[in-house]
């Protein structure tokens, strides 16, 4: 196993059972929080998002909806808005755009991470969790490729693996572990950011 380098953010992709997941992995996060986390989970179209309200009375760090040409910021959790794609420009900042859905899903978390991988490259860590689609898959290989860190749900744990079985056969991630380690990983990647 690699050892850990410092990265400049973090993207993180799931769908059903995801709620849950991102509370077990982004619970408990320490402050000062110094990395972007920035996440897309599937929503039903034309539906309010409450998401950012939920996560921000759970966490200690700031939580915001992304919004259009709003740069994107260490320190905090942006999710996201339901029927919009979201990517990452090259001077990061977040892009929202009404294009057709990807592999039945808009926001696309392939769509977010392969334009994250081009921002970032190898200072790009992506994280894929529990998901019923095979969305996220491309972008986590397309992370890869670009160098950066690569870390999906274990398949074993995952309320439904579809979308963490995906993503091991289109890569070999550099690490497959339970959320509770995951979660650890994270608090380790932030640590480092901070060195």
């Known amino acids: ?47 309010e998002s409450r998401l950012a ?17 709003a740069p994107v910021r260490g320190g905090a959790l942006y999710f996201a808005p339901p029927s919009y794609h ?47 689609n095979p969305d996220g898959a491309e972008g986590m290989r397309r992370i890869h490729l670009a160098g950066g860190l690569t870390a999906v749900q274990d398949p074993a744990e995952a309320e439904v693996d579809t979308m963490p079985l995906a993503a091991l056969a289109s890569h070999a991630p550099d690490r497959v572990l339970p959320l509770r380690a995951l979660h650890t990983l994270l608090v380790e990647l932030n640590a480092l950011h901070a060195d």
């Open 53 to 69: 309200e939920v996560f921000r009375h759970r966490l200690s760090i700031p939580v915001h909806e992304a919004e259009d040409k």
């Open 1 to 47: 196993m690699a050892p850990l380098r410092r990265v400049d953010a973090v993207v993180i992709g799931t769908s059903a059972g995801g709620i849950d997941a991102l509370a077990t992995l982004l619970g408990g996060l320490p402050v000062p929080w110094h990395l972007p986390l920035v996440v897309v989970i599937h929503l039903p179209e034309r539906r």
């Open 86 to 132: 979201l990517s990452i420009e090259r001077n990061r900042v977040f892009s929202l755009s009404c294009e057709p859905p990807v592999l039945w899903s808009r926001p696309s978390i392939d769509l977010l991470m392969n334009s994250a991988a081009d921002a970032y490259g190898p200072s790009l860590a992506g994280f894929l969790l529990t998901g019923a």
